[in-house]
Nanobody, 119 residues
Framework: QVQVVESGGGLVQAGGSLRLSCAAS????????MGWYRQAPGKQRELVAT???????NYVDFVKGRFTISRDGAENKVSLQMNSLKPEDTAVYYC?????????????WGQGTQVTVSS
């Protein structure tokens, strides 16, 4: 069973930066895609950014130019550098590791890490 563990959340003032990190314990069959999602109070979980095993990235419009996702494929680790943070970025951020195709498929989530941006 693949385990996903996030770290790096916290409290920051508007305009500040935070870096989130995530590691997936997929030692043989690496994820095809890893990504970050977030869920604010009273709202549904939403996509923030994803990165494929080939390095292709996808960002939701409201973080483009502010957030950067990167991946260490050899270690099944992904990071999210968040700059110019806004109060509306406040949410629990979840890391996801997904594998489809040949070999065992999985869709694993971390426990979440809180990001709070004060105004």
């Amino acid at each position: 069973q693949v385990q996903v563990v996030e770290s790096g959340g916290g409290l920051v003032q508007a305009g500040g930066s935070l870096r989130l990190s995530c590691a997936a314990s997929a030692y043989i069959f690496s994820p095809n895609v890893m990504g970050w999602y977030r869920q604010a109070p009273g709202k549904q979980r939403e996509l923030v950014a994803t990165i494929s095993s080939a390095g292709s990235t996808n960002y939701v419009d409201f973080v483009k130019g502010r957030f950067t996702i990167s991946r260490d494929g050899a270690e099944n680790k992904v990071s999210l550098q968040m700059n110019s943070l806004k109060p509306e970025d406040t949410a629990v951020y979840y890391c996801n590791a997904k594998r489809t195709g040949w070999g065992p498929n999985y869709d694993a989530w971390g426990q979440g890490t809180q990001v709070t941006v004060s105004s």
